[in-house]
């Protein structure tokens, strides 16, 4: 396996890690370098894969992946701590889906064409891995979910309903066509969604810290509707053992700034949780009020669209070199 491919299939790869988990646990609590070592043994890395152990390598990122499952686990009660640092299960083993990664599953599906609401569902059972589970609690889980998000997506005018299929809106796509390298990338991002827009920032910052031969102790997802108003952190340290946890707030934006109130929810957060650095990164710009206030603050940077599309040419994460131009990686957004 190659490290791009691994990152191009991210989401789908951080989904079977949190299906795996449950089944690593069933025996009992375990500390999280067993769950992690146990996940890269069912891992489809090959041998020389997992005897990669540069910081940078695929064996690294793949354990990154399973770290951030475990921590999204943990976020949502389904596994807990106890005192001695073990994980274990806090309720019987079972699909682990919410309602928001549902409803970004339905808009990415429907991109492809128009649905009925039963291919819509089976598609959902099939990609959240419900149909690999001995109960059929997960088939209905998914299936109330699914029943209560089409109505509520085609009233939001996300979605519309006609001749019995469901197909996306004019306003959930993206109208404009790109005049430039930068609006294409930044219009690719925009398309695939608000953890998308999460997972890449989050394999953006780690590739960037390599890149300057920093330390890279984690990188964990933390995004979700409950996230606390922090959806990446990091843990880096530079040669000389000097440690920062970097707090990121992502905000995938497509009309409109990042406001003032925004900046300062993420302020609030930022300080709640000990950050020593904190990034505010989106695809779009930030409101002239909160550009005057990042002014004030000397331990949380913000990173706009340009300062973004700089980054990912830098580290080649979604953009790729061909001499001196530069391209979309297509099949990096391909998932």
């Known amino acids: 396996m190659k490290t791009e491919d691994l990152k191009r299939d991210y989401k789908m790869y951080l989904n079977q890690i949190k299906r795996q988990i449950p089944e690593i646990l069933k025996n009992g609590p375990l500390k999280r370098k067993t769950i992690i070592d146990k996940a890269v043994e069912l891992s489809p890395l090959t041998p020389d894969d997992k005897k990669d152990f540069r910081a940078s390598g695929i064996l690294a990122l793949y354990r990154s992946i399973v770290g951030t499952a475990l921590q999204r686990m ?38 492809t064409g128009t649905l009925t609401a039963k291919e819509i569902l089976l598609a959902c059972i099939k990609y959240f891995g419900a149909d690999k589970t001995p109960s059929a609690s997960d088939d209905d889980d998914i299936d109330t979910l699914v029943r209560k998000l089409l109505p509520s997506l085609t009233k939001r005018g996300k979605l519309t309903y006609a001749y019995g299929k469901y ?52 990188c964990n997802v ?13 843990q880096v340290s530079d040669q000389l053992g000097f440690e920062d946890k970097i707090l990121v707030q992502c905000k995938q934006k497509t ?34 009020e909160a550009s005057k ?22 580290c080649q994460c979604g953009l790729k070199a061909d001499g001196e131009q530069y391209t979309v990686d297509k099949e990096f957004f391909a998932v």
């Open 222 to 234: 933390i995004g979700g509707s409950d996230d606390g108003g922090i959806d990446v952190m990091l």
């Open 293 to 314: 206030l990042f002014g004030q603050l000397h331990d949380i940077i913000p990173i706009d669209g340009p300062k973004l599309f700089e980054l990912a040419k830098k």
């Open 74 to 111: 943990q976020q949502y009660g389904d596994i807990c701590v106890n005192d001695h640092n073990e994980i274990s299960l806090s309720k019987k083993p079972s699909v682990i889906v919410r309602e928001a990664e549902v409803a970004r599953y339905i808009i990415e599906l429907l991109k």
């Open 167 to 218: 197909s996306l809106s004019s306003d959930t796509m993206v109208i404009k066509k790109p005049t430039s390298l930068f609006e294409e990338f930044i219009a690719m991002l925009n398309s695939k969604g608000g953890e998308f827009f999460e997972n890449y920032s989050a394999l953006l910052l780690d590739n960037y810290y390599r890149s300057i031969d920093m330390n890279v102790g984690y």
């Open 255 to 288: 009309n409109s700034a990042v406001t003032l109130k925004e900046l300062k929810e993420f302020v609030g957060a930022f300080y709640v949780e000990k950050g020593t650095r904190g990034i505010f990164m989106t695809t779009s710009r930030f409101h002239k």
